[in-house]
């Protein structure tokens, strides 16, 4: 079984700083990608930020300059520093992690249970 859990959001006003951390457990021979996706109410699942095991870092546009993500390999984690949030950043945070369970296994997608953030004077 492999896990992804999710922890860091919350309730912050607009300006405001929040960090997501999302830890894989489990079997888990190597991780190929490891990243966010957010959806927002009434909107489509959308990509935050995503890292490839080469260290390659993409970001939307919308986040750019504002979040910065980052990864500790030995811990299987990685951290979503969110810095100058707005109200259209409220969405509910997916961790993802595209992974090998071992050497023979194909990679599959995996997900975690999401955490809410929400942006609000």
């Known amino acids: 079984q492999v896990q992804l859990v999710e922890s860091g959001g919350g309730l912050v006003q607009p300006g405001g700083s929040l960090r997501l951390s999302c830890a894989a457990s489990?079997?888990?021979?190597?991780?190929?990608?490891m990243g966010w996706y957010r959806q927002g109410p009434g909107k489509q699942r959308e990509l935050v930020a995503t890292?490839?095991?080469?260290?390659?870092?993409n970001y939307a546009d919308s986040v750019k300059g504002r979040f910065t993500l980052s990864r500790d390999n030995g811990k299987n984690t990685v951290y979503l520093q969110m810095n100058d949030l707005k109200p259209e950043d409220t969405a509910v945070y997916y961790c993802?992690?595209?992974?090998?369970?071992?050497?023979?296994?194909?990679?599959?997608?995996?997900w975690g249970q999401g955490t809410q953030v929400t942006v609000s004077s």
């Open positions: 489990g079997s888990i021979f190597s991780i190929n990608v």
């Open positions: 890292q490839t095991s080469g260290r390659s870092i």
């Open positions: 993802n992690a595209v992974l090998q369970r071992s050497i023979l296994a194909r990679p599959n997608d995996y």
